[in-house]
């Protein structure tokens, strides 16, 4: 088992290849609550890098299991993300991050998603965070080439080290492309090994991009998938050690979420596959979006596949 590795960002920083997935594993103000003690023992376990978003509410929970852990703070590599109805306050919203977190910077500052969105509340989304995934319209501007320009502006300001994007396309890319005067650092997306997303992890890699897969594990139908439990048996490890080896072969920054302090353990302790292994794993693409899906309507956070670019 090989200790886990580092990248190398655009910037010339360094970032854990694996970090802690920071969402809330329940989505409500309890779930909130209780994420610092998970977040404790994965300091405690040996994750250095963590990734939460302002959407998660999480941010004041890394930022005190950070102090609990006693662990420097410049040791650690954390990432939070602009929300998408925050678009026209950008500034506001970073530092209402940086308070949460009770930092005086960020090393990787994302913009969520590509579009704006606007909520009855206001700059504050609901306080049911079930109606934060429903109870929006999505609005024309700022687009997401003005709102990378803010982006951009944080950058300069060395508050946030590294910026990036969340949820592009190589279609959403190229449209960011036209006006960008910073290539993005990080681009960060589904991915697992039923939504291999090859080609855009290779522009992604043209361009200087790094890219996160979020959900990496693709959850129960990739662990239980036979290739990947005779990959387990053959290694002698887990499916979900499988399933992480071949995002580190693939050059790709995992951000596994667990709340389990065995499991964080088990999802930083990874084998090497041979190349023919992690093969076999990328031909198990389906081109299948497991968490971030389209709904009834055929939108994702009102935007259709066509606009996603997918
Ligand atoms: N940018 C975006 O739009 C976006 C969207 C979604 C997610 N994300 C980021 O990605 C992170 C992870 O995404 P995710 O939670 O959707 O997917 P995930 O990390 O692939 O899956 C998490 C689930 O897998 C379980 N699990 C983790 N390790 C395991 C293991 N070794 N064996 C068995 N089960 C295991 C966890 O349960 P236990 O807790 O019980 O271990 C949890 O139910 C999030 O926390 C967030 O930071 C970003």
Known sequence: MAA???????????????????????????GVVQSEKWF??????????????????????????????????????????????????????????????????????LMHLPMTLEYPTGYNAPADLQEMFTAFKVV????FNQTWAELESLHSSGRARAIGVSNFSIKTLEQLFKSAKIVPAVNQVEMHPYLAQTELLEYCRKKGILVTAYSPTGKEP?????????LAEKYKVTPTQIILAWHLARGVVAIPQSSN???????????????????????LDRNERIVSKLGPDGKLFGWTAEQYGW
């Open 4 to 30: 886990t590795p580092s990248i190398t960002l655009n910037t010339g920083t360094k970032i854990p290849a694996i970090g802690l997935g920071a969402a809330p594993s329940v989505f409500t103000p309890e």
């Open 40 to 109: 404790l023992t994965a300091f405690k376990a040996g994750y250095r890098h963590f990734d939460t978003a302002s959407f998660y509410r999480t941010e004041p929970q890394v930022g005190a299991a950070l102090r609990a852990s006693g662990i420097p703070r410049e040791e650690v590599f954390v990432t939070t993300k602009l929300p998408p109805h925050h678009t026209k306050h950008v500034a506001r919203s970073f530092d209402e991050s940086l308070r949460n977190f009770g930092f005086n910077y960020v090393d990787l500052y």
């Open 140 to 143: 024309e501007t700022p687009t």
């Open 222 to 230: 990739v662990r239980s998938d036979p290739t990947i439990v005779a």
């Open 261 to 283: 302090e065995g499991r964080q353990k088990e999802n930083i302790t990874l084998p090497t596959l041979s190349a023919e292994d992690v093969a076999s794993v990328t031909a």
